[in-house]
């Protein structure tokens, strides 16, 4: 049994596939998107009226699905300490949120279209926005709890050695990261322009991907005794 009673194998796997998959926005890069990724939200990439909505919302599908089930599959089994079930916990919370989020797209790009922006302003677009925004924060919320409870468990319970090494500057980066979209986003909702919102998006869930990177190599290496 490992250290932390996590199923090593499993959960590795199902966490790395997710953090492949939650890196799908670089297909961008790909891609003829028509957005600007120093300007545009993610989740634009994803709305109904893109050109490769669908393929982005299915991505967002998957890597919900599959952090949800590798935060399932360890919550049963892991030690029963404070900040280990407070991160498995909030890594169930953040996937089950990205995956419902992915069936709550926006209808147009805010940042790209003015006329979106107006009808959104106006409260004119469908209620999806309003019900995106809060599985968006409540994916960013678990999120969050993840990285930071996890980051603490390793490091104060002697677990995953690459985790408690690399996890603290990705906290820190991650917190600064997170900082800086919600700064733009009270901005962009104020009529002030968009900061740069794209990119402090993408350096944020580029960051969750990392780190869940990190954390899936961790519980893979770990060892049985």
Do not use: K, N
């Amino acid at each position: 049994m490992s250290r932390s009673g996590v199923p090593a194998r499993p959960v590795a796997v199902l966490l790395a596939l997710g953090a492949l998959a939650y890196t799908a926005w670089v297909l961008e890069l790909v891609f003829h998107t028509g957005l600007d990724p120093i300007q545009a939200y993610v989740s634009e990439l994803a709305a109904a009226d893109q050109p490769f909505g669908g393929l982005f919302r299915a991505t967002d599908l998957v890597a919900g699905l599959l952090v949800l089930a590798g935060a399932v599959c360890a919550l049963p089994r892991c030690e029963r300490r404070p900040w280990s079930l407070l991160g498995w916990s909030g890594l169930a919370l953040f996937g089950a949120a990205t995956a419902l989020d992915s069936r709550l797209p926006l209808s147009c790009a805010p940042t790209a279209d003015p006329v979106c922006a107006a009808r959104e302003t106006a409260g004119l677009v469908p209620a999806t926005h309003t019900a995106h925004a809060v599985s968006s924060g409540l994916a960013m919320v678990g999120a969050l709890l993840g990285v930071v409870a996890l980051t603490v468990a390793a490091r104060r319970y002697r677990w995953w050695p690459p985790l408690a090494a690399l996890g603290p500057p990705l906290v820190a980066l991650e917190l600064a990261a997170t900082t800086w979209t919600l700064t733009s986003v009270a901005a962009f909702q104020a009529g002030r322009g968009t900061w740069a919102l794209g990119a402090g998006q993408r350096l944020q869930v580029l960051l969750v991907a990392l780190w869940l990177g990190v954390l899936a190599w961790s519980v893979a290496q770990e060892r049985r005794t």
